[in-house]
């Protein structure tokens, strides 16, 4: 198989004795010729697939770093004012194919990754037939072949899910769904055959072979709920931008989440802060797939010294601030633990935001992190969220909402449950479907701070001119040019594709 030129990592599956359970990333890999030889075992199948969480990680300058900057693009964060910071080129709108080279070709590289793993496992794991002459015989063999149905629905969530992202950052791309095809020489394919023929149907087949409870007993894997959300996510982004499938698709996104509210059992975590406490990561609480990482298993995430101001008592990089407009953010727990509006300086003095070195108030989400003293190293622990059980209550009232013109109230229900743990003192109330499609919208915003997820809301509802008019001018709304980002520019001379419009 060819290789991308520009992919040093490879794209390999993973294979070893750890115990996946207190594990989530392979400490060894094998490649794809080994794993195709490897005779058939359903522990190594598991350990197997378990590598395409590592291929999505990729450093802890990877997913978590290149989704945080490419959220930039967004609302919620600012830039620092640090000298030839090219992230303000995302902040302002306008993206470099050279100056952000970084960000495209790690997660163009992440995504394909991924998605040629799971090629391989889907195509090299055949499912058992069942076999065995006493019922005990039948039903163990029953069990082993549900394990297996399991483990390769896992790698289709991974694959759809690696596409999702893929066809929502860079729109056309190609369509490959056998490992021995060279991506980088493929044809773009239109986002809806890559949504129609690829996505829905490998999510279809997730939800239904993936087991109520998650590989792992946590969000490390998915369970059929994680799929589920994946799923109405998927349908919610297909009813808006580009596709535009309007209310038949937020009918589906509803009721793919209302089945997730009515059968999964799941609640919100009562009490907000807790979701981001190292401590409890592992509890099986809202998160319903996730990132785990760990400094000490060589898997760390970006949260330490990048949320840290410059003039903090161990100086911080300050990648990213919050925006100052977070005045607008409504009162209560949640906003106190999402932000540092003050903090101690190297001078033994105290500093509000408003005085500080930059001028920007910090977000404090991910600080729980830290390994010792905050702000004391680059990378930490942590968990790096991908969907939560809040996201299905806010995309029920959402689609639900627009696919029918009219609030029920389990819609309602679902922001108020939202506001309630937020701590905010007046709860939303309105039936009238356009005063609460704002609020379930705004909500959204305050919820997910800073969880890569505000970008894709503004795009899908054409928000962006809206919330960024301050960086987006009339004259890039030409075909809503910049909602893609630019594909990278070795992809791009290898495939003699164009690139995206505005690029």
């Not at 490897?38 to 300058?61: F, P």
């Not at 986002?191 to 007993?217: F, H, M, Q, W």
Request: with cysteine; hydrophobic share 35%.
């Amino acid at each position: 198989m060819k290789k991308l030129a520009y992919i040093t990592l490879g794209c390999c599956i993973a294979l070893t004795t750890a115990c996946v359970d207190l594990d989530q990333y392979p400490k060894s890999f094998i490649t794809e010729e080994e794993y195709n030889g490897i005779e058939q075992d359903i522990s190594k199948v598991e350990l197997a697939a378990t590598g395409l969480y590592k291929n999505l990680w990729n450093g802890n300058y990877g997913f978590c770093c290149r989704m945080m900057r490419i959220d930039c693009a967004a609302d919620q964060m600012v830039s620092s004012p640090k000298p030839n910071n090219v992230l303000d080129y995302i902040i302002q709108l306008n993206p470099s194919i050279s100056s952000n080279t970084a960000d495209w070709d790690t997660s163009w590289a992440n995504f394909w990754n991924v998605i040629t793993g799971a090629n391989t496992l889907i195509a090299g794991t055949p499912i058992p037939e069942i076999s065995g002459t006493t019922a005990a015989e039948k039903e163990a063999s029953e069990k082993t072949a549900k394990r297996y149905k399991a483990v390769v629905a896992e790698a289709r969530f991974m694959r759809a899910l690696s596409y999702f992202y893929l066809v929502r950052m860079y729109g056309d791309i190609p369509y490959v769904t056998n490992s021995s095809e060279a991506i980088e020489y493929q044809p773009r394919t239109a986002v809806a055959d890559i949504y129609n023929k690829i996505i829905v149907p490998d999510l279809i087949e997730a939800c239904a072979s993936l087991p109520t409870v998650s590989r792992s007993g946590f969000s490390s894997t998915p369970s059929q709920w994680a799929a589920k959300a994946l799923l109405s996510d998927v349908y919610m982004t297909m009813a808006g931008w580009p596709l535009k499938l309007g209310k038949e698709y937020y009918a589906k996104a509803a009721e793919v989440s209302l089945d997730i509210i009515e059968h999964s059992g799941l609640s919100l975590t009562p009490v907000y802060g807790d979701l981001w406490k190292e401590a409890k990561k592992e509890e099986a609480n809202e998160h319903l797939f996730a990132i785990h990482n760990s400094v000490a298993n060589k898997v760390a995430s970006q949260y330490g010294k990048s949320f840290y101001p410059r003039d903090y008592v161990k100086a911080g990089w300050a990648d990213y601030y919050a925006n100052p407009d977070m005045a607008t953010y409504p009162e209560g727990a949640r906003k106190e633990f999402n932000y540092m509006t003050e903090w101690p300086t190297a001078t033994g003095t105290t500093v509000k935001w408003q005085d500080s070195q930059d001028g920007y108030p910090c977000i404090a989400k991910y600080q729980d992190y830290n390994q010792g003293v905050a702000g004391n190293s680059a990378q930490s622990n942590g968990i790096t969220p991908i969907y939560r059980y809040a996201d299905v209550l806010l995309r029920y009232a959402e689609a639900s909402n627009l696919a029918t013109g009219n609030v029920n109230a389990t819609a309602l229900k679902c922001l108020q449950d939202i506001q309630t743990r937020a701590g905010v003192s007046t709860l939303t109330t309105t039936t009238n479907s356009e005063e609460f499609d704002k609020a379930v919208f705004a909500e959204r915003g305050y919820e997910f701070l800073a969880e890569y997820k505000r970008w894709f809301d503004l795009v899908r509802r054409e928000k962006v001119s809206e919330f960024k008019s301050k960086y987006y001018p009339s004259s890039l709304m030409k075909a809503n040019s910049h909602y893609y980002f630019p594909i990278p520019s070795t992809q791009i001379k290898l495939a003699g594709w164009t690139n995206n419009a505005g690029y």
